[in-house]
């Protein structure tokens, strides 16, 4: 079975210093690693993905993840925070083969930038 | 939220009454889910569709029913057999069935049973 961690609930942050949202996952085979951010009652909006290649991905807003393949690990980061980034933030996994191509999600961390 | 709609946007059900929840795609996407999301649980998936009239349950499917007659809709029934129906409801949608295909999101229905 597939599986993911997010270990910090909320995680806050000044605006204008570095953030990084934690990530770790568990799954048979090659993982396919998702982040996504949710507002305050909208859907989910789709951020970056690793699929293969260069560890480091970049996608949306600035934002970036680094697969780390020996620490299963796909921590969500960017380099200066802004308020606006202030928002839900869910990591999810889905492995190279299995029904339904089924994404697996955690349970959600909270970002919280402060001015 | 792009080419995926959801309504109504806020829905409020009687205990004991059925009610039916839309979800329509125009991105020409052959797999359709539903997700549940309830605060400190991140998202489970209800039901989900990888192909015009045929759908499997997800990890939480009792007390929901789905049907996919055509290839743009999903709608989701919540019926009184299930027993905490009040959620905010996020229906998605893949092109494929493909391991990297990107999921794209409604904005949401909101249930709440008085």
Not at chain 2, 21 to 40: F, I, K, T, V
Not at chain 2, 87 to 104: E, K
Request: charged share 15%.
């Amino acid at each position: 079975a597939q599986s993911v961690a997010q270990p910090e609930d909320q995680v806050n942050v000044a605006e204008g210093n570095p953030l990084t949202v934690k990530c770790t996952y568990s799954v048979s085979g090659n993982p396919y690693l998702f982040w996504y951010v949710q507002y305050p009652n909208r859907g989910l909006q789709f951020l970056l993905k690793y699929i293969t290649g260069d560890n480091l991905v970049k996608g949306s807003y600035g934002f970036e993840a680094e697969f780390n393949k020996s620490q299963t690990s796909f921590h969500l980061k960017k380099p200066s925070a802004l308020v606006s980034d202030s928002a839900l933030y869910f990591c999810a996994v889905r492995g190279p083969t299995g029904g339904g191509n089924k994404l697996t999600f955690g349970t959600g961390t909270q970002l919280k930038v402060e001015l | 939220d792009g080419g995926i709609t959801q309504s109504p946007k806020y829905l409020f059900r009687k205990e004991g009454q059925n009610v039916t929840l839309s979800c329509e795609q125009n991105l020409n996407h052959d797999a359709m889910y539903w997700y549940r999301q309830d605060p400190g649980q991140g998202l489970r998936l209800i039901y989900y569709s990888q192909i015009v009239n045929d759908f499997q349950k997800g990890d939480i499917a009792e007390g929901y029913s789905v049907s996919r007659e055509k290839k743009e809709s999903f709608p989701l029934t919540v019926t009184s057999a299930q027993k905490n129906p009040t959620a905010f409801y996020l229906c998605a949608s893949n092109v494929g069935a493909g391991s990297t295909d990107t999921q794209y999101f409604g904005p949401g229905t909101r249930l709440t049973v008085l």
